[in-house]
């Protein structure tokens, strides 16, 4: 889960995420990023 796919995905997803909805993209960001770090 950790290969490159996986983490492009994961940018993507957070990108895309980010363009629909600014506001709750940080709350997410911050989350994932605790959990992935």
């Known amino acids: 889960m950790m290969d490159r796919s ?6 993507a997803h ?3 995420t ?3 909805s600014p506001g709750e993209h940080i ?3 911050g989350g994932n990023v605790q959990l992935a770090h």
């Open 6 to 11: 996986g983490i492009v995905l994961c940018i």
């Open 14 to 16: 957070s990108f895309f």
């Open 18 to 20: 980010w363009m629909a």
């Open 27 to 29: 709350g997410r960001m």
